[in-house]
């Protein structure tokens, strides 16, 4: 995967709105053919970075580069690359057909062969026969169908989606993110999503850049994100990590010792232990990392002793809090709920399973 | 005569969007709002005088143009502003220019709020008598004309018909300028935010 070219590039890019310093040096690429989320907390500047990609926003220094050509002085609507608007911006006073065949205004073709185009940009979208509807009576889920085909009918090598699922449903949603990656497949463009939803960025995207004042904190593909975050902030921004308190007692060639509080001492690889940033030292583990041990099992690795303070029931899971080795350490752990596996009650005393190489240091 | 009005302020209300942030521009041109319109005729009458401007229909239409452009204003740039600014941005991601990108999207979208504008300015413009008086100098104005033939007993039957044909076309036009703007709202799927009427 890393030998694709690169598709977009940028170079220490600064924004500022009056005083407001929005993009504080960015610096990535984005493959060809890459589905790539900017992920991150409203006012992170995800946003403004994808206008600067569709010329929208200038910027104050760096470069963007797309496809290798510096775009400073390209405009919005001579660049390869299309958008889908958070707001859809469906035009009101145009038909379906026309909204998706408006980007061939410009276009030499006949007038068949443009209509043509529309109809399979259209069946693209699954939106067939629906090129006479009025634009404006569609729902919301056909709205977005339709600005997707608008913007795909001019196969621009960068599709930029502004937040495009927000508006949807929960189940709607879930449905167009699979879909949204079937057609990144079958296109092969390169896609540029911008969402604040971690579970939507892991699902859809080859590579995620988790972005925090207007800074890229970490560019990475999901599992690395998910398993490895680079620090406290991006792992607490993705999914849930439980944080122990823990003192670093030897370094030695790339292995860290630590202590952590509840859990004891365990030795750790350089990979486990991104740079540190002069915080208290700290390691992060997942729920799923952790296990309860049920009568019988033993622990693969290492194990704990601990008491159940909390039982939380998900119907597929079950999340125990549970105080770890006699201390005021809480972790958060997740069952799967398979059968004949007993929920456990509030008070009862477990052995939870962990293992060292689940651990990540924060300093 | 009137419709040379329209054509200023439709075309003078429409750049107001282009300065969206000149609040004192705005400030001044709606100032003719909340002025009497005596003074107002009164001030351009002395200052027409003071630059030895001879009185004609075409001072009539330049003070018309002035007291009708704050109904405009208010009118277009409401039109201006229920416009979602992405659908520019999403005609000019297409390939389209600033140029073809207000043709094709802007016009369209501001159509009925430009109509309603042209009929409510017309309306005001017709029954306006204060400024068509004091500025029209030798040339008669369909206002001050109707006053002039007051003096003459025999004419005030009929100029009693032309005010009554006068007071309804002045309805009819309204409504339908009210028709306009609310299709308008309907239509780019707008909350209605008041009107005139």
């Known amino acids: ?363 | 005569m009137i419709a040379t009005i329209l054509g200023i302020f439709g075309a003078r209300a429409s750049t107001r969007y282009s300065f969206p942030g000149k609040g004192g521009l705005i400030g001044l041109i709606m100032l003719p709002l909340v002025l009497p319109e005596i003074i107002v005729a009164l001030s351009l009458l002395v200052v027409l005088l003071a630059i030895a401007v001879p009185l004609s229909l075409y001072t009539v239409i330049l003070g018309h143009v002035l007291i009708t452009t704050p109904f405009a204003v208010a009118i277009l740039s409401s039109a201006f502003q229920s416009l979602d600014k992405s659908l520019e941005e999403a005609a000019y991601d297409l390939g389209e220019g600033p140029v073809s990108t207000f043709r094709l999207i802007i016009l369209p979208l501001v159509a009925p709020g430009i109509i309603s504008s042209l009929l409510i300015c017309f309306t005001i413009s017709l029954d306006e008598f204060i400024i068509a008086y004091f500025l029209a100098g030798a040339d008669t104005v369909l206002s001050s004309y109707i006053y002039s033939q007051f003096r003459f007993p025999a004419k005030v039957p009929a100029m009693l018909a032309l005010g009554t044909i006068l007071v309804l076309v002045s309805i009819v036009l309204l409504s339908i300028a009210e028709f306009f703007r609310r299709r308008g709202i309907a239509k780019t799927g707008g909350k209605d935010t008041g009107g005139f009427l």
């Not at chain 1, 370094?251 to 486990?272: M, V």
Request: with cysteine; proline share 5%; aromatic share 6%.
């Open chain 1, 1 to 363: 995967m890393s030998d694709k070219p690169t598709m977009i590039e940028f170079r220490d890019v600064h924004k500022y709105y009056g005083d407001y310093h929005a993009l504080r040096g960015i610096n990535g690429q984005i493959r060809a053919g890459e589905f790539f989320s900017l992920l991150g907390p409203s006012g992170c500047g995800k946003t403004t970075l994808l206008r600067t990609i569709a010329g929208f926003e200038g910027i104050d220094s760096g470069a963007v580069l797309i496809d290798g050509k510096d775009m400073a002085r390209v405009p919005a609507n001579e660049r390869p690359t299309n958008m889908v608007f958070q707001s859809y911006a469906i035009f009101p006073h145009m038909s379906v057909g026309e909204n998706v065949g408006f980007g061939l205004r410009r276009d030499p073709r006949s007038k068949a062969e443009k209509a043509k185009a529309v109809e399979e940009a259209l069946e693209m979208v699954g939106l067939k026969g629906y090129g006479g509807r009025a634009a404006h009576a569609l729902s919301g889920g056909q709205r977005q169908r339709v600005a997707l085909a608008r913007a795909l009918i001019l196969k621009p090598k960068v599709l930029l989606l502004d937040e495009p699922l927000s508006a949807l449903d929960k189940k709607m949603r879930e449905h167009m993110q699979v879909e949204l990656i079937k057609l990144q497949r079958q296109v092969g463009i390169t896609f540029v999503l911008v969402t604040h939803d971690q579970e939507e960025a892991l699902v859809m995207s080859d590579r995620i850049a988790v972005m925090f004042e207007g800074e890229i904190a970490q560019l990475a593909d999901p599992e690395t994100l998910y398993r490895r975050p680079n620090s406290k902030k991006v792992a607490e921004f993705i999914g849930t990590m439980n944080f122990i308190p823990a003192q670093v007692i030897s370094e030695t060639g790339g292995q860290i010792e630590i202590e952590a509080k509840g859990l004891g001492r365990a030795t750790l690889p350089a990979d486990q232990c991104p740079a540190g940033r002069g915080d208290a030292p700290m390691v992060g583990l997942r729920p799923e990392t952790l296990t309860l041990l049920y009568p019988g099992q033993t622990a693969t690795d290492r194990s704990v002793d601990g008491v159940i303070d909390e039982v939380i029931y998900f119907g597929d899971m079950t999340y125990y809090d549970v105080y770890l080795g006699g201390t005021d350490v809480e972790v958060r752990l997740s069952m799967r709920n398979t059968p004949g596996r007993p929920i456990l009650e509030v008070g009862s005393k477990v052995d939870v399973a962990w293992s060292p190489s689940a651990l990540v240091l924060f300093r």
